[in-house]
């Protein structure tokens, strides 16, 4: 099984109503709004989609939701947990429900063994053999780092396909790249090392980015893929302040707040996390003004 992951993926935020509930009318339009701009594949229910927050009903109306509107473009679903047996019952799900693949976390809290790591997602690719699976490793959400040398092992079951490295080590990242086997993917999953990530070997990244401004995400991705290197470096630039106010408080906090700006989706998210501060908004606002002048002007692009 190949990789069908590659170029521009987007971690998709998912929408909340003011009463609290999902707003399937703004997750509608911030799907078109990032298919419109051209995203390869679209990534639902991961951290930037506050799937910890959701219950399995929730789960099922964002998925469905999401197929229903992604026309041809690819949709993985997030169905990691700290429970194997859950995060095989949350991948068996995603693929009746028309997922295209699944995004798997590290188990987060548990801190297993890079031995465990490997019996983990083993034994998820063994019960969803038809399922595409995409490994994501985030040490610093989960309190684990996957090792280059365990992602090795893991190549060895045909449907792990792909890996989102967010270990934010270019090193690490340099390592995966010069071992991967053909037809594997890795995956950037941080936007302000997109272009360094593919230049080391990356084919992609799945981007929070993307649900702000897709288009230009597009343009980043592809320059650097491409190995145009000058225009990849003027959009990174370009995009830079925008990568930082996107992170200025912890995810998704800045990303709802720059998708009520566009006037997709209103800011809300669910406790522990709070809607940004004004010190945030005015950042965010600030740098999309920023990319705006840019790509009006043609500067982006050079």
């Not at 910890?52 to 993985?76: F, I, K, M, Q």
């Not at 684990?144 to 490295?165: D, F, G, H, R």
């Not at 592809?222 to 000058?230: E, M």
Request: aromatic share 4%.
């Amino acid at each position: 099984m190949n990789s069908p992951f590659r170029g521009l993926g987007v971690a998709l935020a998912t929408p909340f109503a003011a009463a609290g509930h999902v707003d399937t009318n703004a997750l509608v339009r911030l799907v078109r709004h990032v298919t419109g701009g051209g995203a390869d594949f679209l990534v639902a229910l991961g951290s930037t989609g506050e799937a910890a927050t959701l219950d399995e009903s929730e789960r099922d109306l964002v998925v469905a939701t999401v197929r229903e509107n992604a026309g041809p473009t690819p949709v993985v679903v997030g169905a990691g947990s700290s429970s194997t047996a859950q995060a095989i019952a949350w991948c068996k799900r995603a693929r009746s429900l028309g997922a295209h693949g699944s995004l798997v976390v590290v188990p987060p809290y548990v801190k297993p063994s890079q031995s465990g790591l490997v019996a983990h997602f083993r034994a998820i690719a063994e019960a969803t053999p038809d399922l595409p699976l995409v490994l994501y490793n985030v040490p610093s959400r989960t309190g684990t780092n996957m090792l280059p040398a365990t992602v090795q092992q893991l190549w060895s079951s045909p449907n792990i396909v792909a890996i989102k490295e967010s270990s934010g080590d270019l090193q690490q990242i340099a390592r995966i790249a010069a071992d991967l086997p053909p037809g594997r993917t890795l995956l950037a999953g941080d936007d302000a090392l997109a272009l360094p990530s593919i230049a080391v070997g990356a084919d992609g990244l799945i981007s929070v980015a993307g649900n702000v401004v897709p288009a230009v995400m597009r343009d980043l991705v592809a320059a650097a893929r491409a190995g145009a290197i000058l225009k990849a470096r003027r959009l990174h630039t370009t995009l830079l302040p925008l990568f930082e106010a996107l992170f200025v408080e912890p995810n998704p906090i800045p990303v709802k707040a720059a998708l009520a700006w566009l006037r997709i989706a209103e800011p809300m998210l669910r406790l522990p996390l709070q809607t940004a501060s004004l010190i945030t908004h005015e950042r965010l606002a600030n740098a999309l003004r920023a990319v705006n002048t840019a790509i009006e002007q043609g500067t982006a692009n050079g």
